[in-house]
């Protein structure tokens, strides 16, 4: 069994000060998949923190993850895989193990004018 990653209430800590009003969804995600972590629009969407984000909402959805990337090359990914929404992987500085996902809509234009 790998080992357990583990991080500090500080570092959640920091997830949600930055994270909570963000207008997608954002988690703190480890290695193995587990979310750590996850703002409100996350959690009722069902990404709550001990759940596989890999298969939510089916594994299917996960093709072209880069988050395995982001973490070898320690820099953030982005991509638009379907021209209505946004997603990104940004490593969590000093740590090997752990990210930050999110995901968010393209807003259409002159929404909020």
Known sequence: ??????????EIAAF????????????LIGRDHIIIAANQTAIAKGYAPGVCC??????TNHRGCLAMRAL????????N?????IRG???????D??????????PKAGIGD
């Open 16 to 27: 949600h000060l930055m994270w909570d009003a963000f207008p997608g969804m954002a988690r």
């Open 1 to 10: 069994m790998p080992n357990q990653i583990t991080v500090s209430p500080e």
């Open 54 to 59: 890999a298969t939510l909402p089916s594994a």
């Open 89 to 95: 992987w940004l490593p969590v500085s000093g740590r």
């Open 97 to 106: 193990d752990v990210y930050v996902h999110f995901s968010l809509a393209v």
């Open 72 to 79: 070898a090359e320690g820099k953030g990914m982005a991509d």
């Open 81 to 85: 895989p379907d021209g209505t929404s």
